[in-house]
């Protein structure tokens, strides 16, 4: 009831749950678009991920201002990668934010003389500018994990057990690789919240990077990392422990 | 900037601020029909209007949970009247948002068939339940509070001189009736005088009254039962959003509990 509580009440949990569902109906609709007999059942789908898609706008409208607060608060991180990573990617968060802003503004037709298409392609590229930042920090951190551990006397008896545990071919010819592999997954066992964030961060660069045509994928793969993300992004607000901080 | 996100970070800050945006898009779109303007930009106004309506019943999908939780936490309350009238108000409240939450789905297609009268008439009627409650609050509270105040002053002032009619009046006085019309009136000057003092100490209980008063209107003219105007009614729902976003701005102003 808690739980329950916790989503009902505050905007946030509410967002992630829309845009889960969001996701769940691209993804269905991809899914059943052969399907003749399902055509009434379609269009229910497509009009419930318009709708949602529309109030989730609505629902933005204002985040402008709480990332550049988020990016000032990053300016005063000690750590100078970590500053430049977060801050980098609150700005272009930001910025994302003011592009959807104008794109409702348009859609509701308080803006007149826009270039719909123009505003779009700016607002994919600072979300992909977002999630590049965000990863590059993910990157760093697992690294650092990785450093800390590699430090660590009693990790170093694991890892010296494990490697003559299993005399195996790969093993022999690659010693390095499998001690690299063996340090990364330990590193990322030990911390769940950095390995949610990378991927629900890898997950998100499928959208921008089929919109800018960089990598074009169908609407059946964005429409599943959409979901995969959007459920990650619930976990996290269900247990902040699994969030990652800063 | 500090203040915006600490005011968004509240569960219905922004909700409020759309309410507010939808009522004036109603008082705009009744200004600019009597002043004539052109057919585009009131469309533009009745269809922004239109999307803050259907994005705050969006917003409101769930809150039916919150309400009933609010109605079992009054349960609790020691005081019989603001128990029953609370508990009341937040389930009459929980059905509102039930039969929102219906309109909504309908709107939105995921519901074939709907009939939006029935059930928009069946949630207004909801909402001016919880209303007539929560003003029914309002009045006991008031009552509660002119009495202490009157109890207060009568043990302040000497019993010589405590509210009752100079004797030149009364011996003046010739037929009943013109002695009866002095004293009510004199009564009337007493009560009002102590309505306004506890208003005006009571700036919680002001809000709240004015609030819920603003907003029953709203109700009462889509019901048809008091039918008032697009103008009116977008000129109260602005004014009981303002004095709500006002509430959430500064918590010391909302009545509790």
């Known amino acids: 009831m808690d739980t329950i509580?916790?989503?009902?009440?505050?905007?946030?949990?509410?967002?992630?749950?829309?845009?889960?569902?969001?996701?769940?109906c691209a993804l269905s609709t991809y899914l059943l678009r052969t399907n003749t007999d399902r055509t009434k059942l379609l269009s229910t789908l497509k009009t419930l991920e318009a709708n949602l898609n529309a109030g989730r706008k609505?629902?933005?409208?204002?985040?402008?201002?709480?990332?550049?607060?988020?990016?000032?608060r990053s300016l005063q991180l000690s750590d100078r990668v970590l500053c430049l990573c977060l801050t980098?990617?609150?700005?272009?968060?930001?910025?994302?934010f003011f592009c959807d802003n104008v794109l409702w503004a348009k859609s509701v037709g308080l803006i007149r003389d826009t270039n719909k298409v123009s505003w779009s392609t700016g607002a994919s590229r600072c979300f992909l500018l977002t999630l590049i930042g965000s990863l590059a920090r993910d990157i760093y951190v697992v690294l650092q994990l990785m450093v800390q551990r590699a430090r660590d006397g009693h990790f170093r008896q694991k890892m010296i057990r494990h490697l003559n545990e299993s005399p195996q071919v790969a093993e022999v010819i690659v010693p390095h690789l499998d001690a690299f592999l063996f340090l990364l997954l330990e590193s990322l066992k030990s911390h769940p919240a950095v390995v949610l964030d990378t991927v629900k961060n890898f997950c998100d660069l499928f959208s921008p990077l089929d919109k800018l045509g960089i990598y074009p994928s169908n609407s059946g793969v964005v429409s599943l990392c959409g979901l995969v993300s959007s459920v990650i992004g619930i976990i996290t607000y269900v247990n902040p422990s699994l969030s990652i901080k800063p | 900037m500090d203040a915006w996100v600490r005011f968004s970070a509240q569960s219905q800050a922004k909700e409020r601020v759309f309410r507010t945006a939808q009522y004036a898009c109603?008082?705009?779109?009744?200004?600019?029909q009597k002043s004539g303007a052109?057919?585009?930009?009131?469309?533009?106004?009745?269809?922004?209007?239109?999307?803050?309506?259907?994005?705050?019943?969006?917003?409101?999908?769930g809150n039916s949970v919150e309400a009933l939780e609010a109605a079992k936490r009054a349960i609790?309350?020691?005081?019989?009247?603001?128990?029953?009238?609370?508990?009341?108000?937040?389930?009459?409240?929980?059905?509102?948002?039930?039969c929102d939450n219906v309109l909504w789905a309908g709107k939105t297609g995921l519901v074939s068939k709907l009939d939006q009268h029935k059930w928009s008439q069946r949630s207004f009627r909801y909402y001016l339940f919880a209303l007539i409650l929560n003003l029914t609050r309002d009045v006991y509270e008031l009552?509660?509070?002119?009495?202490s105040e009157a109890r207060y002053r009568a043990s302040k002032s000497p019993p010589s001189s405590s509210g009752s009619l100079p004797d030149e009046h009364l011996s003046s006085a010739s037929a009943p009736g013109a002695v009866a019309l002095p004293i009510v009136s004199f009564w009337l000057r007493r009560q009002l005088h102590l309505?306004?003092?506890?208003?005006?100490?009571?700036?919680?209980?002001?809000?709240?009254?004015?609030?819920?008063?603003?907003?029953?209107?709203?109700?009462?003219?889509?019901?048809?039962?008091?039918?008032?105007?697009?103008?009116?009614?977008?000129?109260?729902?602005?004014?009981?959003?303002?004095?709500?976003?006002?509430?959430?701005?500064?918590?010391?102003?909302?009545?509790?509990?």
């Open chain 1, 5 to 24: 509580l916790k989503f009902t009440s505050h905007h946030q949990g509410k967002d992630r749950v829309f845009r889960a569902t969001q996701f769940a």
């Open chain 1, 58 to 72: 609505v629902f933005r409208l204002g985040n402008t201002i709480n990332s550049i607060q988020a990016a000032k």
């Open chain 1, 88 to 96: 980098a990617a609150h700005v272009n968060r930001a910025l994302y």
């Open chain 2, 26 to 32: 109603t008082l705009l779109g009744y200004t600019l």
């Open chain 2, 38 to 61: 052109s057919t585009e930009l009131r469309k533009t106004v009745s269809h922004l209007e239109a999307h803050m309506s259907l994005t705050r019943k969006l917003m409101r999908l």
């Open chain 2, 76 to 98: 609790h309350l020691s005081d019989s009247v603001l128990r029953l009238c609370l508990t009341l108000g937040h389930l009459n409240k929980a059905m509102y948002f039930a």
């Open chain 2, 143 to 147: 009552r509660l509070l002119m009495e």
């Open chain 2, 195 to 257: 309505l306004v003092t506890v208003l005006y100490n009571n700036p919680p209980l002001l809000l709240d009254l004015l609030k819920n008063s603003c907003d029953i209107f709203i109700p009462l003219d889509r019901l048809g039962i008091y039918p008032t105007g697009s103008g009116f009614v977008g000129a109260c729902g602005l004014t009981s959003s303002v004095l709500s976003i006002l509430t959430m701005i500064h918590p010391w102003l909302k009545l509790k509990p």
